[in-house]
């Protein structure tokens, strides 16, 4: 059965066992890597990098952790791993001169919206005071999401928006 109604006076169940309100701090750090999830699935729609599944997967093991599953979730190796990634990517880019717009192609957009909604998990969880690896993991994911909105830019010769502080309409 999909409901319990375990959870129907505001309160939920970390996966320790602990009931806690459903504004602590862990249930909105973990709410919103789920959320981050999701729009990671919407990337994918978008985009074939076979590195999002991974990506996603990895979420999955963050929710656990934040939810004060027992266990090792996310590692120094993963956080290495978006490193790579962002290395290999970069290499290929033009050198940045400027900030860049959030703007472009759908998937140009897409990857920006997952790097927001990435930063805001971050944010959340140091409110939480959660685990520096996780941190870490976090801040290299929302890192990711720009190299490869760079990337995917690059990719289909489209040209990346500079921020212009002086723009009248």
Same mark, same amino acid.
Request: net charge negative; glycine share 4%.
């Given at each position: ?41 919407? &990337? ?6 076979? @590195? ?5 997967? #990895?979420? /999955?093991? =963050?929710? !656990? ?16 791993? &978006? ?6 990517? @970069? ?5 940045? #001169?400027? /900030?860049? =717009?959030? !703007? ?24 939480? @005071? ?40």
């Amino acid at each position: 059965m999909i409901y319990t109604k375990t959870g129907d006076k505001g309160t939920t169940s970390l996966a320790n066992g602990e009931r806690v309100p459903k504004t602590d701090l862990r249930i909105e750090a973990y709410g919103t890597v789920d959320e981050l999830n999701s729009w990671f699935g919407v &990337l994918r729609v978008a985009v074939n990098e076979p @590195q999002l599944e991974w990506i996603q997967n #990895k979420l /999955f093991n =963050l929710g !656990a952790a934040l939810s004060e599953a027992p266990g090792e979730w996310i590692t120094d190796a993963d956080v290495q791993q &978006l490193e790579h990634w962002i290395d290999a990517m @970069q290499a290929k880019l033009p050198k940045m #001169k400027a /900030f860049l =717009l959030p !703007a472009g192609s759908e998937a140009v957009c897409r990857c920006h919206l997952c790097r927001t909604v990435c930063r805001r998990a971050e944010r959340q969880m140091i409110r939480s @005071q959660a685990d520096e690896v996780y941190l870490r993991f976090m801040n290299r994911l929302s890192d990711y999401c720009f190299v490869l909105a760079r990337f995917i830019a690059y990719q289909q010769n489209e040209q990346e928006t500079a921020w212009n502080k002086d723009v009248f309409v």
